[in-house]
């Protein structure tokens, strides 16, 4: 089940958040510098024996102080006009989180609107590609969680939710 929400990801009480990092994985603003201080700097030692994460892949740490038993970082792309993979690189980002959440026998995961924040990603388009990621994994999960900022956000994700009924690829 595709569920969206509006609130903060680092209360939620599911199997795995997603954190949309940047490629050193040691931490930054928006929805990255909140899950860290939630987590506690245990989540920044952890993450440095990790060595990074380029853009498109994803990376799993635990989720120390955090409700979520643990955290997948992955690296959206920095939007630059659109003709720079960034939609492929989007793609991969939320395909390999969830590829990663399996490995790791996760059953409820939550999402923020990776990209769409520092990185500049249209709203729109990006969500699009997040719900067609997610119908494509939908039936091995209990629940994946949309999780938005703002009611605003939320309101673009139901549309998409609406409009995207099934996997596509
Ligand atoms: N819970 C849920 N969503 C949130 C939260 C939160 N606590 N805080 C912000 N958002 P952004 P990006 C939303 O900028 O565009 C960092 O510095 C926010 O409103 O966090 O992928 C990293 O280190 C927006 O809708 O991520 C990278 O350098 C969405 O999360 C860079 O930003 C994503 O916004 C990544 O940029």
């Known amino acids: 089940m595709?569920?969206?929400?509006?609130?903060?990801?680092?209360?939620?009480?599911?199997?795995?958040?997603?954190?949309?990092?940047?490629?050193?994985?040691?931490?930054?603003?928006?929805?990255?510098?909140?899950?860290?201080?939630?987590?506690?700097p245990q989540l920044r030692e952890?993450?440095?024996?990790?060595?990074?994460?380029?853009?498109?892949?994803?990376?799993?740490?635990p989720g120390f102080r955090l409700p979520a038993r643990h955290v997948i970082s992955t690296v959206g792309p920095v939007w630059h006009g659109g003709e720079q993979g960034e939609p492929d690189l989007l793609k991969n980002a939320y395909r390999h989180s969830l590829e990663l959440a399996l490995d790791n026998r996760v059953r409820s995961i939550a999402f923020p609107?990776?990209?769409?924040?520092?990185?500049?990603?249209p709203l729109v388009p990006a969500a699009e590609i997040?719900?067609?990621v997610m119908r494509c994994f939908e039936s091995r999960f209990d629940l994946i969680l949309a999780c938005c900022f703002s009611q605003s956000v939320a309101d673009v994700y139901e549309d998409a939710l609406e409009r995207i009924a099934d996997c596509s690829e």
């Open 130 to 132: 997040a719900i067609s």
């Open 113 to 121: 609107a990776i990209s769409t924040g520092v990185y500049g990603y």
């Open 46 to 61: 952890f993450n440095r024996g990790l060595g990074g994460c380029p853009t498109g892949e994803a990376r799993i740490s």
């Open 2 to 40: 595709i569920e969206v929400c509006t609130g903060d990801i680092t209360r939620l009480d599911v199997d795995a958040i997603v954190n949309a990092a940047n490629p050193s994985l040691l931490g930054g603003g928006g929805v990255d510098g909140a899950i860290h201080q939630a987590a506690g």
